[in-house]
């Protein structure tokens, strides 16, 4: 129901742009979470965007760099990267949880979702 797309290989300081398709479930009714993980360690929060474009979240070591944001009418969330680190490097995922984002905790917190996409990988390297 969720599919991410849009990773690949970039070098250091570059910009991709992730895409979450949403299908089946009712896109404006969920808020949509970005995480990431990487070969032996858990999935960490990245990024979120609730039922309004304003109220985004992001992590710290993101903010300024990425910029989520969604598009109900073609049922698609986005994450913007620019100025990738090699640090970045990951595999992406997207998740969708219904109702309002209402805490940074819900929004960082896997567990909160209930879709999730198969993901996709990013690479930072020159």
């Known amino acids: 129901q969720l599919k991410e797309s849009g990773g690949g290989l970039v070098q250091p300081g570059g910009s991709l742009r992730l895409s979450c398709a949403l299908s089946?479930?009712?896109?404006?009714?969920?808020?949509i979470g970005w995480f990431r993980q990487v070969p032996g360690k858990g999935r960490e929060g990245v990024s979120c965007?609730?039922?309004?474009?304003?109220?985004?979240r992001y992590k710290d070591f993101v903010k300024g760099r990425f910029t989520v944001s969604r598009d109900n009418a073609r049922n698609t969330a986005y994450l913007q990267m620019d100025n990738l680190r090699p640090e970045d490097t990951a595999t992406y995922y997207c998740?969708?949880?219904?109702?309002?984002?209402?805490?940074?905790?819900?929004?960082?917190?896997?567990?909160?979702?209930?879709?999730w996409g198969q993901g996709t990988q990013v690479t930072v390297s020159s």
């Open positions: 998740a969708a949880r219904e109702g309002e984002m209402s805490y940074d905790y819900v929004c960082y917190a896997d567990y909160e979702y209930d879709y």
């Open positions: 089946g479930i009712t896109s404006d009714a969920h808020s």
């Open positions: 965007i609730g039922l309004h474009d304003d109220n985004t």
